[in-house]
């Protein structure tokens, strides 16, 4: 590779102080999104999605605490950055749109006004070209009667328009990386797709790189080049698309195309994966977070360190792959 | 609006026959005989009978109601027994004193405890958040007389910073031409700023006494609704957006947790309404406050029921505008009205 990747994230580590014991949320994890590239980040609810998001965008709440590694954006040091150099950062360079679009918006301020607080904050425009901006972008995520609506609150408006709004909002500055954490959940099927569309549609126009967290590996593969399978805080397998989808290596992934609805496969065909995710809190995590719910399981598999097997351009953190 | 402000006038109908009534029953119940003490200690118990025949109290007492009644249709609040006066003249004299003491006790409750309350937010568990915390339980836990003599002795005893505690202006001065009947207002408008400064130098403390009472439930109330709001996925998205602090915290967060403080401010004011009455005491505000009092000791029924009755129609009225406040800034409310 010539080209250093747009992000990187390596060997990170966050950890979250409870009144119940510390959460390890995330351990070790590392991936990398080139410039323009969109990479999909899956696993069930809970494997640490949103945190890795929160992460990147420094935005942990304060009970988080990174306990290692290190995120690079664009050349920056993120983790090293201070607060005005991110708050600079973040919305111009890099942008994230949320899972619950209507609480992501501010209930008492118009949206075309939202719109046009980020332009002036970061686009160097006076307060009549961020309006007259922020009507255009309306119409840009597909609003009908864009100057109409941006008079409009989120609550005149549908889960649906009020998540494009969030994408107006993300994409108005033009970002380099657009994180969006489960953009089209509790949106209806129609909506979802519509919705994707625009998302890789404004992405592809941008030379924008996109990380689409879902827990839909289906929804992954259909849109992404690569694909980043999280499990209890770990990244356990992380390959180009086409690759994962004709032969996935690790257990898990295998159980979630196994757990994923597809066309020619009868809904008692659709297995579900055992078990459910270790409780994070415990001490004594076993190398391998995945283990016990795992059949291919060997001795080896509870002595550390968990391997990390990079081969051929994808990597599989498992002791006894596919 | 107008349908609004008609609804909630309606509504506040029952709370105002529920007051006439309990007012009425409230001042018969209570000790002490009014004829008694009008016809005065040397009196004969003969003179005391013709007294209460005047007065009308030999009367049942759905008579006495019904003319209790009667009287109130005709806008009369009856004669006070101890000033001679109708007693809505006094009110309606007393009551502009009461409402300058109260709202701007209000105003300093809120220009310190919303601020207050908004620093803790921002650092909870810190130096400022612990500060806060002893300044608004200190506030609220000292009785009001309590505080407004404390302050008495501080700045006027012993600093000789503030004017005597003895009503709305000094002896020397003249209030000025009435407007609204309040001090501050009615001074500028005659563009008399030596009034001005006079009336606020005589209004400073015992103003202060209520703001510092008043301080702490608008103080929490702020604290735990910036708490709330600035956790939530709003201001998250808000900070991804990379807006600038004072964005975020002011126009997103502030006007957001604001809301449930403005609807506080309705318990705040009927708490301030209530400490009134000794404040005015203590700094002889010829108030209705004090008024009440004076009557009440003297078992004069008339300024009492006269006096629970304009409290009640004020706490109709300021939770109007309340109600109103709240809906020029929360654009949900709005719609649904
Ligand atoms: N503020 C927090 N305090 C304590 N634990 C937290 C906090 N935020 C997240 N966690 C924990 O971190 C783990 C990962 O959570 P995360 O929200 O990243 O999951 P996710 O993969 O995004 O799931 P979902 O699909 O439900 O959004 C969970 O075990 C969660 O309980
Ligand atoms: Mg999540």
């Known amino acids: ?322 | 609006m107008f349908g609004l402000l008609a609804r909630r006038l309606a509504a506040a109908l029952p709370t105002l026959a529920g007051v006439i009534v309990v007012t009425f029953l409230m001042t018969r119940a209570l000790p002490g005989d009014p004829a008694a003490y009008f016809a005065g200690p040397a009196a004969t118990r003969e003179a005391v009978e013709e007294i209460r025949r005047q007065l009308g109290l030999d009367q049942p007492l759905w008579v006495q109601f019904g003319d209790y009644l009667a009287d109130l249709a005709r806008g009369d609040l009856g004669l006070s027994i101890t000033t001679g006066q109708p007693v809505l003249a006094d009110i309606a004299q007393r009551l502009p004193a009461s409402a300058e003491l109260t709202l701007i006790g209000l105003l300093i409750a809120a220009g310190f405890g919303v601020p207050m309350g908004v620093a803790a937010a921002l650092r909870p568990n810190s130096w400022v958040d612990h500060l806060c915390r002893v300044i608004a339980t200190a506030g609220v836990s000292l009785p009001t007389f309590f505080t407004g003599l404390l302050l008495v002795y501080v700045f006027y005893y012993q600093l000789g910073w503030a004017p005597a505690p003895l009503g709305r202006l000094d002896a020397f001065s003249s209030p000025p031409p009435q407007v609204t009947g309040f001090y501050l207002i009615d001074s500028l408008l005659a563009g008399d700023i030596e009034t001005f400064t006079g009336a606020a130098a005589q209004l400073a403390l015992p103003a202060l006494t209520l703001g510092i009472f008043a301080l702490a439930p608008i103080a929490r109330m702020t604290r735990g609704s910036m708490l709330s709001v600035l956790s939530s996925d709003f201001i998250r998205a808000a900070r991804a957006a990379g807006l600038s602090g004072n964005t975020i915290v002011i126009r997103y967060a502030l006007r957001n947790a604001l809301l449930p403080v403005v609807t506080t401010l309705g318990m705040v004011l009927s708490f301030l309404l209530g400490a009134n009455v000794l404040v005015e005491k203590v700094f002889a505000w010829p108030g209705i406050g004090s008024y009440a009092i004076e009557a009440l000791i003297a078992s004069d029924y008339a300024p009492v029921q006269g006096f629970v009755m304009a409290m009640a129609i004020l706490y109709v009225a300021l939770n109007l505008v309340i109600d109103l406040a709240y809906q020029a800034i929360d654009p949900r409310v709005r719609i649904e009205a």
């Open chain 1, 1 to 322: 590779m010539s080209q250093p990747p747009l992000l990187s994230v390596e060997d990170l580590s966050v950890e979250f102080r409870t009144r119940s014991g510390t959460v390890r949320a995330l351990e070790a994890i590392s991936f990398a999104i080139a410039r323009g590239e969109t990479v999909g980040v899956v696993g069930e609810s809970g494997s640490g999605k949103s945190v890795t998001a929160y992460t990147v965008m420094r935005l942990l709440d304060d009970a988080a605490r990174i306990t290692s590694g290190r995120i690079m954006f664009g050349g920056l040091d993120m983790l090293g950055a201070d607060a005005g150099t991110l708050a600079e950062l973040r919305g111009r360079e890099l942008s994230m749109i949320f899972q619950n679009p209507r609480a992501s918006l501010n209930p008492i301020r118009r949206v075309g006004q939202q719109i046009a607080d980020v332009l002036l904050r970061h686009a160097n425009v006076g307060a009549k070209e961020a309006g007259e901006r922020a009507v255009a972008l309306l119409a840009e995520v597909g609003i009908p009667e864009p100057s109409r609506r941006a008079k409009a609150y989120p609550f005149e408006l549908s889960g649906g328009m009020c998540q494009r709004i969030g994408i107006a909002i993300a994409l108005a500055c033009r970002p380099a990386l657009l994180i969006a954490d489960e953009p089209t959940t509790g949106l209806d099927v129609t909506t979802q797709a519509t919705i994707m569309d625009l998302v890789s549609e404004l992405g592809r126009a941008r030379g924008m790189a996109t990380m689409l967290i879902t827990h839909d590996l289906g929804l992954a593969t259909e849109r992404c080049d690569r694909v980043v399978v999280m499990h209890a805080g770990h990244v356990v397998e992380d390959a180009p698309t086409a690759a994962l989808f004709a032969a996935p290596r690790h257990p898990y992934t295998a159980r979630l195309f196994a757990a994923t609805p597809r066309p020619g496969l009868a809904l008692s065909e659709i297995s579900t994966i055992p078990g459910g995710l270790p409780d994070l809190r415990r001490d004594d995590l076993p190398p391998c977070r995945f283990s016990t719910r795992c059949d291919r399981r060997r001795d080896a598999c509870d002595a550390p360190p968990l391997p990390r097997v990079t081969h051929q351009g994808r990597l599989v953190a498992c002791h006894n792959p596919l």
